[in-house]
């Protein structure tokens, strides 16, 4: 067995490599990953100051559709912007009457003046602020809204803690619990300041097989990159820990949905 004790740690893959890798896995991205929980649409209709009924909303990085979908049950006028071709196909069998344009954050395929709401549901981060927030402010008529929105995990529980050290081990990085916990995302979702961002952090949880739990963490972009025996060897160990925890094979993923929100001028 290829053990984490026995071996080099993996090295974490450049973020441009990791920014495209999920097209290769949509399926199982679709398949595992969390989606959000209704107090977050809740919240991000209080924090922009409107109704999701019937806004002209962009949900750029929009992927497989996970957040697409929910913005679209609520009544918005969905367009979707996602780079990747493979999320781009999961997005259309999965959500054929919303709108799907390809591109990106840092240039977006979308008119000025179009968007009452532009959205990223863990998709901000592959952007260039530099860029992608002049083209939100472009895009944004007066009085809209940009929001982000991440689900981190809640390493204030132990199990998740203690597992976010085996993987922060596996990448070599040695991240302390306290600043994991701590993250904010504010001063990095607009480093020049022009964007004046509300918070608030949702708590919620969702029960799931653990071979679910283990595909969701294996579609992460520093996993779709990892070499397959390497990755393999840690999900078999993950396997074993985590049964430890969960005797009966069902996991309680327990996650933060930090959003953040400004309203433009
Ligand atoms: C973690 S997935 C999030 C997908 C979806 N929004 C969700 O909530 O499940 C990140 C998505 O961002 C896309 N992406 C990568 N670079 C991007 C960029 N520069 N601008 C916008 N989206 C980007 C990826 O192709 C991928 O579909």
């Given at each position: 067995?290829?053990?984490?004790?026995?071996?080099?740690?993996?090295?974490?893959?450049?973020?441009?490599?990791?920014?495209?890798?999920?097209n290769?896995?949509?399926?199982?991205y679709?398949?595992?990953?969390?989606?959000?929980?209704p107090?977050?649409?809740?919240?991000?209709?209080?924090?922009?100051?409107?109704?999701?009924?019937?806004?002209?909303?962009?949900?750029?990085?929009?992927g497989?559709?996970?957040?697409?979908?929910?913005?679209?049950?609520?009544?918005?006028?969905?367009?979707?912007?996602?780079?990747?071709?493979?999320?781009?196909?999961?997005?259309?069998?999965?959500?054929?009457?919303?709108?799907?344009?390809?591109?990106?954050?840092?240039?977006?395929?979308?008119a000025?003046?179009?968007?009452?709401?532009?959205?990223?549901?863990?998709?901000?981060?592959?952007?260039d602020?530099?860029r992608?927030?002049?083209?939100?402010?472009?895009?944004?008529?007066?009085?809209?809204?940009?929001?982000l929105w991440?689900?981190?995990?809640?390493?204030?529980?132990?199990?998740?803690?203690?597992?976010a050290?085996?993987?922060?081990?596996?990448?070599?990085?040695?991240?302390?619990?306290?600043?994991?916990?701590?993250?904010?995302?504010?001063?990095?979702?607009?480093?020049?300041?022009?964007?004046?961002?509300e918070?608030?952090?949702?708590?919620?949880?969702?029960?799931?097989?653990?071979?679910?739990?283990?595909?969701?963490?294996?579609?992460?972009?520093?996993?779709?990159?990892?070499?397959?025996?390497?990755?393999?060897?840690?999900?078999?160990?993950?396997?074993?820990?985590?049964l430890?925890?969960?005797?009966?094979?069902?996991?309680?993923?327990?996650?933060?949905?930090?959003l953040?929100?400004?309203?433009?001028?």
């Amino acid at each position: 067995m290829v053990g984490m004790t026995t071996r080099e740690a993996a090295q974490l893959p450049p973020a441009s490599a990791r920014a495209h890798s999920f097209n290769a896995a949509a399926a199982q991205y679709a398949a595992n990953r969390p989606s959000y929980p209704p107090a977050l649409l809740d919240a991000l209709e209080e924090l922009s100051g409107r109704p999701l009924a019937g806004a002209r909303a962009v949900d750029v990085g929009a992927g497989t559709g996970i957040a697409s979908r929910l913005l679209h049950e609520r009544g918005a006028r969905v367009l979707a912007v996602e780079p990747g071709a493979g999320m781009a196909a999961e997005f259309r069998r999965a959500l054929p009457d919303v709108p799907l344009v390809r591109g990106d954050g840092n240039a977006l395929p979308v008119a000025d003046a179009h968007a009452d709401l532009i959205t990223y549901a863990q998709a901000w981060h592959w952007t260039d602020p530099a860029r992608s927030v002049p083209e939100a402010l472009r895009v944004l008529r007066p009085g809209g809204a940009l929001a982000l929105w991440w689900n981190v995990d809640a390493v204030d529980v132990d199990w998740i803690s203690e597992a976010a050290d085996r993987a922060g081990r596996f990448f070599g990085l040695a991240i302390p619990a306290e600043k994991r916990k701590a993250a904010d995302r504010t001063e990095l979702a607009d480093p020049s300041g022009r964007l004046a961002f509300e918070r608030r952090v949702v708590r919620w949880s969702r029960r799931v097989p653990l071979d679910v739990h283990l595909a969701n963490i294996a579609s992460h972009s520093a996993f779709l990159l990892t070499p397959q025996d390497d990755r393999t060897a840690f999900m078999a160990e993950e396997r074993a820990h985590l049964l430890k925890v969960f005797p009966d094979g069902v996991v309680e993923e327990t996650y933060d949905v930090q959003l953040l929100v400004a309203v433009t001028p």
